[in-house]
């Protein structure tokens, strides 16, 4: 005797019942397995699709930033006005001054030039540059190394 497939001639009439809904009952969840498989596929593809979106935003933004530092480096104000058109600094003269004191990829010179100009919002950036350095507890000599320092970065 095969137990499991027993000849129908061989169970009761309650047997067969209960046969036919443990049948019933796998077919439901093998058609749930199904439908969580295509919603756990549908899943990931959305997944890889918004990776492929980021990867994409990412590298447009760094394009960006690339073009912003040429442009900088050849006309700061035209530089940091790119900068702000396209999002990737705000006019707020705080973030101006940490983007420069940053200075990454930033011609040195160039840096100079923008806050030398005598226009008044340059003059703003220039005081929240000079407050972006730590000149606490340290002697004129020590100060001007750190500056020295920071040039060379």
Known sequence: MDLCHPEPAELSSGETEELQRIKWHR??????????????????AQIDCFESAEESRMAQKEKELCT????????????IQYFI??????PD???????LYKGEGLNKTAIGTYLGERDPVNLQVLQAFVDCHEFANLNLVQALRVVKTKAKV
Do not use: C, S
């Open 27 to 44: 077919k439901q969840l093998l058609e749930d397995i199904q439908k969580l498989k295509d919603e756990i596929a549908d899943v990931f």
């Open 68 to 79: 912003g530092r040429k442009k900088f480096n050849m006309d700061p104000a035209k530089g």
């Open 85 to 90: 058109e396209h999002k990737l600094l705000t």
């Open 93 to 99: 003269i705080q973030d101006i001054a940490r983007f």
